[in-house]
C-alpha cells in the first residue's frame, strides 16, 4: 500500500476558501476531493457536511508614534 501527502490550494490557515468559512477537512461536502478519493480512515469517506470556522482574533497594531515637526 503506498502513501502520500497532499496540501490543499483551498486551505489557507485552516479555513477552506473554495467552502467560504468553512474549516478545511479534505473530503467534505463541497471540496474538491469529495467522491474522488478513498481516504485510509472510513469516517473520513462518510459524506460530512462543513463545519463553520471560527474567526481568528483580529491583531492589533500598536499605536503610531506622534510625528516630530523640525524646527526648521
Known sequence: MSSGAWSCPHDLDGVCQRVQGAVCEPG???????????????????????????????????AQPPKRRLPF
Open 28 to 62: 467534505m461536502r463541497g471540496c474538491v476531493l469529495e467522491g474522488k478519493v478513498r481516504f485510509a480512515r472510513e469516517e473520513m469517506n462518510l459524506p460530512r457536511k462543513p463545519v463553520k470556522a471560527v474567526a481568528a482574533p483580529a491583531e492589533k497594531k500598536p
